[in-house]
């Protein structure tokens, strides 16, 4: 995981919120895809991430 602000701490805040933001929904993002591939699958959970 990359963390933004220890490799850059002079950066702005709201620019560094934003950053972990988009990492937040990249990662909700692949579990309600992988969520839903299994409930289409048949199966009756999902795999847990990784």
């Given at each position: 995981m990359r963390r933004a602000m220890a490799i850059h701490p002079r950066r702005n805040l709201a620019?560094?919120?934003?950053?972990?933001?988009?990492?937040?929904?990249?990662?909700?993002?692949a579990y309600r895809d992988s969520d839903r591939s299994a409930q289409q699958a048949g199966l009756s959970e999902a795999n847990p991430g990784p």
């Open positions: 620019t560094s919120l934003e950053t972990v933001t988009r990492y937040l929904e990249r990662m909700l993002g």
